[in-house]
Structures are given as C-alpha cells and as structure tokens.
C-alpha cells in the first residue's frame, strides 16, 4: 500500500489537495500523512477517493470540507467547520473541534473525541456525528436529517427549529431550543447509539443517553401563534 | 475580521525574547488584518513619580523625521520634567518626571498633530498603517522586551484605515484593548461615557469599548467586574485582549462569533485569533491548547 508525507512547511495546501484530487481509483488505498499541519485552512477538502489521510497536529477552518469517501485523521483540534458539507466517508478529530463542526453534512461520519464548539451539526442533512466531550450553544440548529449522539453536555438552545434530525445526548443540557423536545429511546435509538458509539471508538451504555427531536410544531406556519414560540 | 495576538512570558529569561516570539504571531495575523498593525507591550515599570507617553508623529509634516530632539529641548526649556525620548522614526516614547497631564496640554498646545498613543508607567504602544510585517520592522517589534503584550491585525470594517482607527486602543494609564469583531452599539455606549467627561480621540467602535472598560476601572472595579459589566453593556461581536501592568485578560461574546485560540505551559500563555500564529512558539507541541468560551474571563496575572 503506497504511503506519502505532505510536510507543509516545506509543501502547500495546494500541492496537498491538488494531490488528494487526482484519480480516485488510483488514490484508492493510499494513506497520505499531513505532518506540520500549524492550522493551516482547508487541509484535505473535496476528496473523493476511498484513501486514508492522517493530518498530524492542529487543523485550521474547514478540514475534511466536503468529504467523499475518504477517512480522515485529525490528530490534533480542528478550526471552524470541520467536515462541513461532507457526503461521505469519516472525518475524526482526536482533539477538540471549534465552531459549526460538521456544518450540513449531508453523510459520512464525524468524530470528535473532546469538546465542539458553537453550532455543531447547523443545518445537519444527512450526516452522523459522535462528540465525545460536549457541544456548545445553537448545536444541531435546524438540523433537517441524520444522527448527533453527544456524550457530555450541550450548551443552550439545542436543536433549535430542528426538522427530522435526531439528537442523543447523556450528560445535561443548558436549554433546548424551539421546537426541539425529548422522546422516549426506543430499541431502534438504543441500537443506533450503540453502532454510533461503537463506530467512535467509545463504550457508553447507550441507555444511558436521552432523545430530543422534533415536535414538528414549526411545520405549518400558525397565524395564530403571535410569533411566540 | 481582524486578527489577535497575545503573549505572557512566565519565565523571566524569556522577558528579553517577547518581540521575537511575538513577531511571528503578528506576521500570521496578515490574511487576517492587513491593513494596519499595533501592539501595546508592558515592562518593567518607571518609578512611581515618573511617566511614559509612547508619542505618533505620522500626523505631522516632518513624519519619520520628526524633530524628537528639538521637542525634547522645548519641553524641558518650559518645565522640569527631564524628558527623554526613545525613538524609532516617526513614534518615540518620551519618559518624564512629574506631571504627566501637564506635560500632554503642553503637547498639544505646541505640537497639536503630534498623536499620544498611551501614557502609563508599563506600557509602550506602537500601531499605523501598513501590513504586520512592514508595521513590525518599522519599530524593530523583533526587540521589545517585556512581560507581556497585546498586538492586532487590523481588517477596517466600522471606520477609515488611519493609524490613529488602528488597535491597540487606550484610555488612562496602563491599559489597553483590542478587538475582533464589530460592535452594534457603540454610539449608545458613548452617549453614556461623554456626558462623564470622558473624551473620544475617533469615530472607532472598539474606542469605546476601551473607554468603558477604561472607566468601569477607574470607578474602582475589579478586572472580573468591569468585564462582567462589559458583557452586560457592549453589545455585538466581539473577542476582546486586553493588558493592564499587572494582567493579559480575554473575553468572547455569547455567540463565540469570533475566534480565539489559547496555548499554555510552564513557559508562556500565548493567545491568537487561530492557531496558526500560536504553530511556531517554542515547545508548541507540549502545551496545552484550548479554545476560550463565550461569555467567560480568562485573566492571565504576568
């Protein structure tokens, strides 16, 4: 399996991504190194081939933006937007992961072993995302699909305007936001944050973790509501 | 947008490297803001009956040759003050004896263009126009010695790119601010300061966030509360470092709209708006890195 090195205080971002964007079937199955990342932006955006990309420090704004197929390793944090509109494949971030992490990701996985900031998963479409510490305010505002299983806390307004994402979390939440209520676990959700978790690399007893999704309250427009919610 | 850098030697010996570790920062600060560039660094401190005025001279016709030694006859010819100056082109830092307001109407009667970046007795400010870098060699940044210091990169997005609209800002003595963001009321905060007789030098949205706080300190709060009235009173987006003799202090606003990045060890706290400007201080590896929360104080003692 061939590997290659991208030092990046020797080499560009672009030298990089221009290489990760080259052929996908004969990127298949390489695994590529990013070593001196210094939080450089856009490190590995727009792969679309199925290779394994290691980015060995902290990760500037928008790592793993746009992800197709691709399994992405970030060792250190990662700056805003972190696997932003990702489509596919898996982006994990060993340490922590700044503002709208996993921004409308439309598939894929994201991992965040530590704690995410402000607004993580706004406007998920699709896409799964593990936190393994706890998110800040606004997160998974008007999620419209896909999965956020939080393992610590979530700051206030949680799930706000949320449409058919479904939110698991097990430690406290601050406040939810409009809309956003919490369901029974079924055997369906305890299976799935058991796959979700088990696919994060984390044991939590998915029992152990709540539901929140949509009351669908904000589907219809209400003429009567007098724009209190 | 615009960019921060801030920098806390806790080691003594790393007092004589501040500038360059710091130049760096500034310099990867550049995509951020690079319109205009300053910092405001605190050393040891001048004796309690002296002051330091760090003085801009870009204003006047003579600029970077700007007659430093003629002013420094003129003003120790009408009072005693022993004035000395330090000086790189057109800023220079005039250390004085004595009264400190008395010499600043002189100033300004005799030398109305000359511009007072701070007075203090540990603070030296230097900010103007033109990219991190150029702003860093114009006053040899590379050697300033200190404790600690504040820098910003400026991207002008409230008012004109002049150097006197270019961060840090700062009010009394010893104090400084500077800011990432926009404020969304800074024309109501100063309809409250001005009728205190507080005196606005520019039309700049962060001037007055400094002033506020500037005030709130002057009134005899604490650093944690004249913060917390901070959060209660400035309203936008902002993260704010901000230097006193004594502290290097960070806020953010709720919404965390704009960045901050922290790194710590047993050597130094080093701050930035992204870590790339924190990637190359020495040990980077090793410390601890985190990213501040909105709506907390992160209060740093040098």
């Known amino acids: ?229 | 947008m615009c960019g921060i850098v801030g920098l806390l030697v806790k080691t003594p010996a790393l007092r004589e490297r501040l500038g360059e570790l710091m130049v760096p920062m500034l310099i990867g600060m550049t995509e951020r803001g690079p319109d205009s560039a300053g910092l405001a660094v605190f050393g040891k401190e001048v004796d309690a009956g002296q002051r330091k005025l760090s003085l801009y001279a870009g204003f006047t016709d003579e600029g970077a040759q700007f007659p430093w030694a003629a002013l420094a006859d003129a003003l120790n010819h009408a009072m005693d003050v022993t004035a000395r100056f330090d000086v790189k082109g057109n800023h220079a830092v005039l250390t004085l004896q004595g009264d400190a307001e008395r010499v600043k109407l002189w100033l300004r009667e005799h030398y109305p263009k000359l511009y007072l970046l701070s007075t203090g007795r540990s603070i030296d400010l230097y900010k103007d126009i033109g990219s991190p870098a150029e702003v860093a060699a114009r006053y040899d940044f590379a050697n300033l010695k200190g404790s600690h210091l504040v820098g910003h990169t400026r991207m002008a997005t409230e008012s004109a790119v002049t150097p006197d609209r270019a961060h840090p800002f700062t009010a009394g003595e010893d104090f400084c601010l500077v800011h990432n963001g926009s404020l969304s009321n800074p024309y109501g905060v100063r309809r409250k300061l001005e009728p205190l007789g507080i005196h606005f030098d520019t039309d700049n949205d962060t001037e007055a966030a400094c002033r506020f706080i500037e005030w709130r300190l002057r009134e005899g709060d604490a650093l944690p509360e004249a913060l917390q009235k901070g959060f209660e009173e400035l309203d936008g987006f902002y993260t704010f470092l901000m230097g006193t003799t004594t502290e290097l202090a960070l806020i953010r606003d709720p919404f965390a709209c704009k960045p901050a990045v922290v790194a710590e060890n047993d050597d130094y706290v080093a701050i930035a708006s992204e870590f790339r400007s924190l990637a190359h201080l020495p040990d980077i590896r090793n410390a601890k890195v985190f990213e501040p929360a909105p709506e907390e104080m992160y209060v740093w003692k040098a």
């Open chain 1, 1 to 229: 399996m061939e590997s290659l090195n991208f030092d990046l205080e020797t080499q560009t971002v672009r030298d990089l991504n221009q290489y990760l964007h080259g052929d996908a079937a004969a990127l298949a199955g390489q695994r590529i190194a990013v070593t001196s990342p210094n939080g450089a932006h856009n490190i590995a955006v727009g792969v679309d081939a199925e290779l394994h990309v290691t980015i060995k420090g902290h990760a500037g704004y928008y790592a793993g933006g746009m992800n197709q197929q691709a399994t992405i390793v970030i060792e250190g944090s990662a700056g805003t937007g972190v696997a932003e509109n990702m489509m596919s494949g898996k982006v994990h971030v060993r340490g922590f992961a700044s503002n709208g992490a996993g921004a409308s990701a439309h598939g894929g996985l994201l991992v965040i072993d530590g704690d995410a900031g402000l607004r993580c998963g706004i406007s998920l479409k699709g896409g799964d995302i593990v936190v393994g510490g706890s998110v800040g305010s606004f997160s998974a505002f008007m999620a419209q699909a896909g999965r956020m299983v939080i393992c610590g806390d979530a700051g206030d307004a949680l799930g706000d305007s949320l449409y058919e994402a479904v939110l698991y979390v097990r430690g406290a939440v601050k406040s939810l936001g409009a809309d956003a209520q919490y369901e029974p676990m079924s055997d369906a959700d305890l299976d799935a944050v058991r796959l979700l978790l088990a696919a994060a690399g984390l044991d939590h007893d998915p029992a152990s973790f709540k539901r929140i999704a949509s009351a669908r309250t904000l589907y219809h427009w209400n003429a009567d509501a007098n724009q209190e919610y």
